[in-house]
């Protein structure tokens, strides 16, 4: 493990060299990924130095324990250190772990209304504004690619992309089935109603990912539909693409641009055939026990907001907060941190009985 903590620290050093370099600041995107690696390296390097003082003082405090006076002294402060070698050596293990190597990539996410009704339509827009707010506050940047607004102005389906370094690795763990416990502004008796929604999150698909074969592929032109009478319904620009081997349809309509409706399909749909590979890969991996917290299955229910008692669960974890105001405005980082600590646990579980 030694020699992989010297690394780390020597990429740090390097980093740092790269930084100060006025011909990587005349670059911003490099300068920007690189300041991005550098502050996720920060953690990482503080525990090797922490660990490596520990060390340092685990032989030093050896040559006391041959002191009669001082003994009984320096074998508590070893007990002590041979504690926290044994807590840094863990957390250290988990920074090494390999990395899914999408981590990096844009993200695409997609929400859709579940059961529920209007109130199900209502709640995916909660969620999509929740993720927007969350994205900001991290520095990504987000646009919308597909809407499908509903009459009292929640989404049966919504689809945006999420720009910036990592941000696939951070949208990651949303994937599934959440299921909100309110009051719906539609319900007349006060009584509480369960609807949910659907979150899938893919890593954005680069088109050396998948070389579409157009022969295989069926693209259909139609008025976008949708409430309000907006000017977008005036002409075919709405569009639908059918990947026939598979099945797996993608429409497209927020455009004005039949060209830019029909790129932006291309393109979740090429992020779904990637997905659905990774999926085939994840499913041998889960054979061997190594399988991600954060592949979420649609079918698996991951959270729940309980308005009435401000309660957010992830099913997940045991994870429970009653500052659902908080998530819903955005914050979710320390919860998307749980998660990636139990993932890593996870996988260090099934890699130490594999």
Do not use: W
């Not at 907006?230 to 004005?256: E, F, K, Y």
Request: aromatic share 4%; proline share 3%; net charge negative.
């Amino acid at each position: 493990m030694l020699d992989k903590l010297a690394r780390l620290e020597e990429e740090y050093r390097e980093l740092e060299a790269l930084l100060a370099d006025p011909e990587v600041l005349k670059d911003q995107k490099r300068y920007q990924a690189l300041s991005r690696r550098y502050a996720e390296m920060g953690e990482v390097i503080a525990l090797i130095r922490e660990y490596r003082k520990v060390l340092e003082d685990l032989e030093g405090v050896e040559g006391l324990l041959e002191d009669p006076e001082l003994k009984e002294v320096a074998r508590a402060e070893k007990e002590a250190l041979l504690s926290r070698r044994a807590e840094l050596e863990k957390a250290l293990e988990r920074h090494l772990l390999p990395k899914d190597p999408m981590d990096e990539r844009d993200a695409i996410v997609e929400i859709r209304a579940g059961t529920g009704g209007e109130e199900a339509a209502l709640f995916a827009r909660d969620l999509l504004e929740m993720y927007l707010r969350f994205a900001e506050e991290m520095g990504f940047e987000t646009e919308i690619l597909d809407s499908h607004p509903t009459d009292l102005g929640g989404f049966s389906k919504v689809v945006f992309e999420v720009r910036g370094p990592g941000a696939y690795g951070t949208f990651k763990y949303e994937s599934g089935v959440h299921r909100v416990q309110r009051v719906p502004a539609t319900e007349t008796q006060g009584r509480i109603h369960t609807s949910t929604a659907t979150v899938a999150v893919l890593p954005k698909a680069e088109e050396s990912d998948f070389q579409l074969n157009m022969d295989e592929i069926r693209i259909d032109v139609m008025r976008a539909s949708g409430p309000g009478g907006q000017g977008v319904n005036t002409t075919d620009s709405a569009v639908r693409v059918v990947h026939l081997p598979t099945g797996i349809m993608v429409t497209c309509q927020d455009s004005r641009s039949q060209i830019k409706n029909r790129e932006r399909a291309l393109m979740i749909l090429r992020s779904r055939l990637l997905e659905m590979k990774r999926a085939e890969e994840a499913e041998k991996l889960r054979k061997t026990r190594l399988a991600q917290i954060g592949t979420g299955e649609r079918s698996e229910k991951i959270r729940t907001y309980n308005f009435p008692q401000s309660r957010v669960t992830d099913h997940r974890i045991g994870f429970t907060t009653h500052d659902l105001e908080g998530i819903l405005s955005g914050h979710l980082q320390p919860l998307l941190e749980a998660l990636k600590r139990a993932d890593q646990e996870r996988q260090l579980e099934a890699l130490t009985e594999a």
